[in-house]
């Protein structure tokens, strides 16, 4: 028997939604809602548009009305708003945008789709500047039209999620003056303070006015007044805060939303309406790792939640077995992907997690290999169970499959032991034989066998500012090009025959240049006898990327004698 089935919104959840269900039937009826212009989209390709990479605005519609009807027998409508809905009658009631005109369609399921939409506070005096947020081709057009038929120099981001941070660097890239401003100590919150200092750096190196830790109070004539006082001069800005679930419809038609504020579904994605689906951006979903409900705005997510709605309403079991969060972003020169837990995170909710962090700066490929890159990866795992929490990754390389992997096992309930134990592709101009992910399967397990004891960067400034014994084992050449302030330089080609050089009576805390050549000098004096011995994770080069961009823009005395990033 032939069903009509209703979808609100388009894109990611929406379209993706229609094209299965017309998989599953070619006697359903199909219709597909969508208020603005464009049924089908790249919204994760919008920014690009800023900086050229993607040459025109239509370039960004990956399907018009046309092609649904023609290629998938689907009628999309566009300039069609659904301003209502009536359960009990199985109706909804829609306004064409351009003449007022209100119908209504009856239904057999209805999916909603609407996303979400950006958040824009009320700060004082935001009629006073040049506004954009991005949503949307429409949003994206009308902004890049404005700043390029201007005179526009000076654009501000305000907020420094995946939408501004993309935006800060499109916008750079075009040649414009940017200042992307964020009211936490930090970007991008999937990766932890620590990890983020070198996409803080990165932005700076390339010419971006990062302003973290400092949020907008008001906005004056073509100004935007921070809380700390500062002026920002703007012709534009662009308001990137983040977004919000649009529910409106949902709350005109009695269904629930969940604890978040955004839809609540059931593992089928119902409502509390049997008959009335819902996806994507609107909607919380589930996270197995700590047992609670999130949001998730992604465009992966959203098409997997519209396969399993068009799956569950033809009469097919859906396989929910929650989120985890896996992301990836480009930053000028730098990849940076996350998933999993994140130590933020767990502070942020209170976690009753107990966990240990590795943190390892190895090769992405061969050291031979002229294109290959270091890249910056820490792992969170459990204790004792050792199992695998989550993960980060920035480099210049190709750092995205080693998240992959992290994710897999993640979801497979894998463990520290299981990284040491996978077999990957190798080839010196694609990896190395011990891959990253192995390596640190390998630093974890000796980690929780005890086999030595670690500190990390944000430990090293209290260290030398109590005038802790560090020893650097790298060679004397590489120490004296720059040096971590008060350290002794023992050469790991000559610690073990300069140890009573070294005090026995107080901690001792090794580096080198990642971490590497100091596990060794550690596990050697272990042997020799020392007993409270530390190895500095990530080494002088990950204390370089964690204290520099702090050091720079809050005119502190740094605690090397200079920086070493590679």
Do not use: W
């Not at 999620?161 to 100590?185: D, H, P, S, W």
């Not at 390892?360 to 199992?387: C, Q, S, W």
Request: charged share 20%; hydrophobic share 40%; glycine share 8%.
């Amino acid at each position: 028997m032939s069903k009509k089935i209703l979808i609100v919104g388009g894109v990611a959840g929406g379209a993706s939604s229609a094209a299965r269900c017309r998989r599953h039937s070619e006697e359903d009826t199909i219709i597909m809602f969508e208020k603005g212009p464009h049924v089908s989209f790249s919204n994760c390709c919008l920014p690009y548009h800023l900086s050229g990479i993607v040459p025109t605005a239509e370039e960004l519609v990956l399907m018009d009305p046309a092609k649904f009807a023609s290629q998938y027998n689907i009628d999309a409508r566009v300039g069609s708003e659904v301003v209502s809905i009536d359960p009990v009658a199985k109706t909804i009631a829609v306004k064409n945008v351009e003449t007022g005109e209100i119908y209504n369609e009856s239904y057999d399921k209805l999916i909603l789709s609407p996303g979400a939409k950006p958040i824009v506070p009320p700060i004082a005096g935001i009629e006073k500047v040049n506004s954009f947020s991005i949503r949307n081709v429409v949003d994206i057009d009308r902004l890049n039209r404005f700043i390029k038929t201007g005179d526009t120099k000076n654009i501000s981001v305000i907020g420094g999620g995946f939408i501004g941070v993309e935006a800060a660097e499109n916008l750079k890239e075009a040649g414009y003056n940017v200042t992307l401003i964020e009211a936490t100590a930090q970007i991008m919150k999937p990766f932890d303070y620590d990890m983020v200092q070198i996409l803080h750096k990165e932005l700076r190196d390339h010419g971006v006015n990062l302003i973290v830790d400092d949020k907008v109070a008001e906005f004056a004539e073509n100004k935007i007044i921070l809380g700390s006082g500062k002026v920002i001069y703007a012709d534009v800005v662009v308001m990137a805060i983040g977004v919000k679930p649009e529910t409106d419809l949902a709350k005109q038609a009695g269904l629930d939303l969940g604890k978040t504020g955004a839809m609540k579904v059931n593992q089928n994605y119902q409502t509390n309406d049997a008959d009335i689906y819902a996806v994507g951006d609107v909607i919380e979903v589930y996270n197995y790792q700590y047992n609670d409900y999130f949001q998730l705005p992604l465009a992966g997510p959203a098409q997997k939640q519209a396969r399993g709605v068009a799956d569950h309403i033809n009469g097919m079991a859906i396989d929910n077995r929650g989120y985890i969060g896996s992301s990836v972003i480009k930053v000028f020169d730098y990849n940076a992907a996350s998933t999993g837990l994140n130590e933020g995170l767990i502070a942020a909710k209170g976690l009753n997690i107990s966990y240990d962090t590795v943190k390892v700066i190895p090769n992405d490929k061969v050291g031979l290999m002229p294109y290959g890159h270091v890249a910056h990866f820490k792992l969170l795992f459990e204790v004792p169970t050792g199992r695998i929490l989550g993960a980060q990754s920035i480099g210049k390389g190709n750092i995205d499959k080693r998240i992959d992997v992290i994710a897999t096992v993640i979801k497979f309930g894998g463990t520290i032991y299981d990284l040491k134990d996978l077999e990957l592709c190798y080839a010196p101009p694609f990896g190395t034989a011990k891959d990253i992910v192995n390596f640190a399967g390998y630093i974890a397990t000796n980690l929780m066998n005890s086999d030595f004891k670690q500190v990390h960067a944000a430990d090293m400034r209290a260290l030398v500012e109590s005038n802790a014994c560090i020893v650097d084992v790298r060679e004397t050449d590489e120490f004296e090009l720059s040096r971590i302030n008060g350290a002794i330089n023992l050469p790991l080609s000559e610690i073990r025959q300069r140890t009573d050089e070294l005090p026995k009576d107080q901690p001792l805390y090794l580096h080198c240049r990642s971490g590497q050549r100091s596990y060794n000098a550690v596990l050697a004096l272990q042997k020799m006898g020392f007993k409270d011995v530390y190895n500095v994770s990530g080494g002088f080069m990950g204390l370089c990327f964690y204290e520099q961009f702090n050091d720079m823009t809050l005119n502190r005395k740094p605690i090397v004698s200079g920086y070493n990033f590679d």
